[in-house]
């Protein structure tokens, strides 16, 4: 049966069966009574834009350019993603959006310290820093963590640390603070504790969960605890552990869980981990693992770095363990980090390249690599179009048989791509309902029919006639669906959704990779990093375990490890963080108030109500 929703200006079959998902409940009708008490509701479906909603609202319903929830929808549309934009900025993404209007320019979003705010962004920002106050209970500097000792049992699990790794996992398990942050570079050892400080927790009977941002992340550290041998109560993304519902939403649930470990926390933005907070029982500790030389979050605030600025406990891992062999690469992320003049590679294990075109050199490389194994190596980039354009030349080297399966469309690209049998592939989006997420690393199979079970809402009483008690209609209808094998389990993916989810996964761009590493990388620049170059940099050098590949094009003259070290050791000032700033004029207000003198003999619920008093 064709949906009615099919006949709004861009809603297609697979649009229009979302819709009817998250807008009606299962409910045509009832989804096509909410678009038409407020259009822009479309925008809360996954994969529809403002845009979408916009020309919909605008022709169908005719809506004049000065509504309300228009401006409502897009004010928030702007914000959704950046989170905080200066008030300047924030006004000119308005304009080119259309929205022309200054009435409500300000309308569903809030002005704070001279930014522009989506609410629930500064909201988190505000709650986080009063938990930072509050329960961190941060020194003015920087004070030693206090010496632990090992019982005999707790010795057997740490024989195979090095002593400041002891001490990591001593303080997660037996220290008062409710955070601790680990920090190291490459290759010292964090996931070594992690796996420590779950042995430990499984020795004392503490439930512990491991979580990362990044799915691939959350796979890697998962696989490395099975390696060890432990299996801790939840291991998985940060979003599935907080039962995340959809359009930002979390179950309300507290967690159970005494410690929890955020692997890679260099990724987390402050609204992501205030929501782990919020969750956290009374007693239970936070631990930060990262390394906090790499890029920032996506989203707004740094508050990793913040709080290793602001002095919170931690514990530094220095001594690296990669083996010889791979020292070069260490040694070369160190000068980048640092910004110490490197003055030569070891080309054993490092192999730069700079010319005025470096597409050749790279495709020769690529046919050495022609039937190895495709995950161990991966082409990282900066631009997302070089990432495509790779991609299609990567695929035509090393997979140029494989049978075809679907095609994708590349934003602002005429031609469509094709995902072929055995090609690498990678996901773009969450999809919670299939159990995939942003970043993970495939492998396309197939295509093949699935029986799925659909369900809707009965309405008519012919509906009611063939409903379950319920009053849910379930049918079965058989889907076809792309096979991809990601990690060891095989997804099916409904064709009419995998060309919105699943991308060629050869190139992709530092932020897909972060939380990943590969044994050789290949870093393909075709002009300098023009922002944080040095972060950028070094984040991507430390995805190689035991290659590394750099490809930098450049047209000047000269010693070409000097041209690309131009590039490489060029820093970006963030300026003064804004978190740091509310947290410290948060402190000194209360430090007036006498607040923190008398806060250790609150109860928790006394605590809340004062905070909220004095903050009113």
Known sequence: MVSKLTHLTGIGETHAARIIKHLGNGSESRALDRIESNPYDLIQVPRIGFKTADRIALTHYRLRTDNPDRHFAGNQYLLEQEGSLPERDYLSKRQALGLTENQHQYRGVEQDSGRVWYPSVLEAEKKFAEWVVTCLELPSAPRPLPPLRATAEEAAYLEELDPIQQRAALTAI????????????????????????????????????????????????????????????????????????????????????????????????????????????????????????????????????????????????????????????????????????????????????????????????????????????????????????????????????????????????????????????????????????????????????????QERQAESLEDHAIADDDGIIREKKDVLCLLVRIGGEIVNIPLEDASELIRLGYAITVHKAQGSDWNRVIIFQTCPVAFDAQRWWYTSVTRAKSMLHIYYADKALGNPLLRWWMNAHRTMHDGPSILVGRIKKLKQELDQKGFLKVWNTMTEEARQQHIENLLS
């Not at 987390?268 to 390394?291: N, Y």
Request: net charge negative.
């Open 174 to 453: 037996h220290g008062s603070m409710p955070c601790l942050t680990i920090t190291g570079g490459a290759g010292t050892g964090k996931t070594r504790v992690i796996a420590a400080i779950a042995k430990l927790a499984e020795l004392h009977e503490i439930p512990l969960a491991v979580s990362a941002f990044a799915g691939k992340a959350a796979d890697r550290v998962r696989e490395s605890l099975e390696l060890a041998g432990v299996v801790p109560e939840y291991s998985g993304t940060i979003h599935r552990m907080l039962g995340y519902r959809g359009n930002g939403g979390f179950a309300d649930e507290k967690l159970a869980y005494k410690i929890i470990i955020i692997d890679e926390a260099s990724m987390v933005e402050t609204r992501l981990l205030w929501h782990v907070v919020r969750a956290m029982t009374e007693g239970a500790r936070l631990i930060l693992v990262g390394d906090d030389g790499q890029l920032p979050p996506v989203g707004f605030g740094q508050p990793f770095k913040d709080l290793i600025s602001l002095g919170a406990p931690r514990v530094h891992l220095e001594k690296n363990y990669r083996q010889r062999d791979q020292l070069g690469i260490i040694d070369l992320a160190h000068h980048v980090r640092t910004g110490k003049v490197l003055h030569s590679i070891d080309p054993t294990c490092v192999d730069l390249q700079v010319s005025k075109d470096i597409s050749t050199i790279t495709e020769t490389l690529l046919e050495s690599l022609a039937g190895q194994n495709v995950d161990d190596w991966q082409l990282i980039t900066w631009k997302n179009e070089d990432a495509e354009a790779m991609n299609v030349v990567i695929q035509d080297i090393v997979n140029p048989t494989g049978f075809p399966l679907m095609t994708y469309r590349v934003f602002g690209a005429q031609d469509q791509v094709e995902i072929r049998s055995n090609d690498k592939v990678m996901v773009r989006q969450n999809d919670y309902d299939l159990g995939i997420f942003n970043g993970q690393l495939g492998t396309a199979l197939d295509t093949r029919l699935v029986t799925i079970v």
